[in-house]
């Protein structure tokens, strides 16, 4: 069974491509650098380039294949948003997006379905309120972003291909993501919660995320958004406080929300000072029994 997937040398990618290869998948990774993909991915895809908008070079993969999993985009916490960054993260989404959607329609054999990467972000900062998938979407850039990056493959639908949106919260994994970037100041005596720490924080661990990606794919009734998220979200307060007690270390400086708007700007707010209650209320319907639904063990998985 062939898969395809774009971003495979991205965070998820790279778990999901070990993943499905461990389990017998034939992975095609799509990479702008055949060579630097190789030494990312080793024997777990078979890297062919792309140019990141059109079905150019790997066409011929579409044909007969199991799935496409689009998770292509450029980073969203990798630096400040200026004007230029923000259209290169939209723009990077909806230029994957496209090249997906052209790909499938030229295809004589249709894949059966397309898993599409999408965020959490959609739902923008909602204090306290529960989210879930019957949730309308919310403000900022960010959810403006998701949508449209939805929106780009939505047209596959009409052309029978079964269709998953993967609203993915936090993943947290070890050495990489928001968890890396975390550790180094509790190693150094200083972490503590950013803002006054009572912002919601939807995680999931990584070997959930990928877990949940392979249901979606190997689940032929499911369809439509699903929040890849644990059912335990937390406040950013009682996250830092168990980040502190993993790595036993003190979770005693909050970091002011102004600092955080100054250093960060626009980033900051929609990001690391945003409040998301999101839950995985489809996925949870289903069955489907995460490995590390609570935070306190997934930390400890990761960094114990």
């Known amino acids: 069974m062939r898969v395809i997937i774009t971003g ?16 017998g998948y034939e992975v095609i990774a799509l990479t702008r650098n055949a060579e630097k993909g190789r030494e990312v991915l080793g024997d777990s895809a078979v890297c062919v380039e792309w140019d990141a908008r059109t079905p150019a070079g790997w066409q011929s993969y579409v044909e007969g294949a199991k799935a496409i999993i689009n998770l292509a985009g450029a980073n969203v916490g990798d630096r400040r948003w200026s004007e230029d960054y923000k259209k290169q993260i939209l723009n990077s989404r909806l230029n994957a997006g496209q090249a997906v959607r052209e790909a499938v329609r030229l295809a004589t054999q249709k894949p059966e379905v397309l898993l599409q990467a999408s965020a959490s972000g959609f739902y923008g900062s909602r204090g306290d309120a529960i989210l879930t998938e019957q949730s309308p979407k919310g403000d900022g850039f960010l959810a403006e972003v998701v949508k449209a990056w939805e929106d780009s493959v939505r047209e596959v639908e009409d052309l029978g291909v079964r269709l998953a949106y993967l609203r993915t919260g936090v993943v947290l994994g070890r050495g990489e993501g928001m968890l890396d970037k975390l550790v180094l100041p509790f190693q150094m005596f200083v972490g503590g919660p950013p803002g006054d720490g009572k912002q919601w924080l939807s995680w999931i661990h990584i070997a959930d995320a990928v877990a949940l990606i392979r249901y979606l794919l190997e689940t032929p009734d499911l369809h439509g958004r699903f929040n890849l998220t644990s059912p335990h979200p937390v406040q950013m307060a009682e996250f830092t406080r168990q980040l502190g007690k993993v790595l036993k270390r003190p979770s005693w400086l909050p970091v002011p929300a102004f600092a955080i708007k100054l250093l960060f700007q626009q980033m900051g707010e929609e990001t690391v000072l945003a409040s998301q209650r999101v839950l995985p209320e489809r996925i949870a319907k289903t069955g489907f029994r995460f490995q590390f639904p609570d935070l306190l063990p997934a930390l400890d998985d990761l960094l114990s």
């Open 8 to 23: 495979a040398t991205g965070f998820i990618g790279k778990a999901l491509c070990r993943e499905l290869h461990a389990n």
